[in-house]
């Protein structure tokens, strides 16, 4: 399929039958699909998949579908609807892989928030070593090696496309704000004064 696409090209392409096409190629993929990829598919331009995907993803949204569509920082993909996945995690319990701990919980959020960070911050931040839980998170694809400290040499860690695929976001600056969890300044001086009691 070339990359040119000429007027008669999209003639031959009703919207439904690009939406159609489009649906067909999303619910067959591993994981996400860029919409250069997509629109090399149906031999379209990116606009106008990006456009159609966009009209799906309405659509699926505003008639209740359990399915919906998501643009991720990896491309396009399907996603079960928020509502079910209580409904999910108990028909698909036994075959669930394992989850992940509290503390690669806690782990994977310090680094998605302080990224680039060392292990040796991330324990300072946690309280407790970190090496074992990086490395769980390394070997499930969520976190990867960006660099080395300039100053240490401690190797740097941050968040894969990998990641913010399984969280449906397109990039970090979707993640919810950490301020409004965090205790206010005048909490924190009323904690110490009372443990300095």
């Given at each position: 399929m070339t990359e040119e696409y000429s007027a008669a090209d999209e003639q031959l392409a009703s919207p439904e039958l690009t939406r159609s096409r489009l649906e067909?190629?999303?619910?067959?993929?591993?994981?996400?699909?860029?919409?250069?990829?997509?629109?090399?598919?149906?031999?379209?331009?990116?606009?106008?998949?990006?456009?159609?995907?966009?009209?799906?993803?309405?659509?699926?949204?505003?008639?209740?579908?359990?399915?919906?569509?998501?643009?991720?920082?990896?491309?396009?993909?399907?996603?079960?609807?928020?509502?079910?996945?209580?409904?999910?995690?108990?028909?698909?319990?036994?075959?669930?892989?394992?989850?992940?701990?509290?503390?690669?919980l806690e782990t994977l959020a310090v680094i998605a928030y302080r990224q680039p960070v060392s292990r040796s911050r991330i324990g300072a931040i946690r309280g407790?070593?970190?090496?074992?839980?990086?490395?769980?998170?390394?070997?499930?694809?969520?976190?990867?090696?960006?660099?080395?400290?300039?100053?240490?040499?401690?190797?740097?860690?941050?968040?894969?496309?990998?990641?913010?695929?399984?969280?449906?976001?397109?990039?970090?600056?979707?993640?919810?704000?950490?301020?409004?969890?965090?205790?206010?300044?005048?909490?924190?001086?009323?904690?110490?004064?009372?443990?300095?009691?």
């Open positions: 067909a190629l999303l619910v067959v993929a591993e994981g996400a699909v860029p919409v250069a990829d997509l629109a090399r598919a149906v031999g379209m331009p990116p606009a106008d998949v990006e456009a159609a995907l966009r009209v799906l993803a309405a659509d699926y949204e505003a008639r209740g579908s359990g399915i919906r569509f998501r643009d991720t920082a990896a491309g396009w993909r399907l996603f079960a609807a928020p509502e079910h996945h209580d409904l999910i995690r108990t028909a698909l319990r036994d075959d669930q892989p394992s989850k992940l701990t509290q503390a690669a407790v070593s970190a090496d074992a839980v990086v490395r769980t998170l390394v070997s499930r694809g969520l976190v990867v090696e960006v660099g080395t400290e300039e100053s240490s040499g401690a190797v740097l860690y941050g968040t894969t496309a990998s990641f913010l695929e399984k969280l449906g976001l397109r990039s970090l600056a979707e993640l919810p704000p950490l301020s409004e969890h965090l205790p206010s300044l005048q909490d924190v001086l009323e904690s110490s004064e009372l443990t300095s009691l």
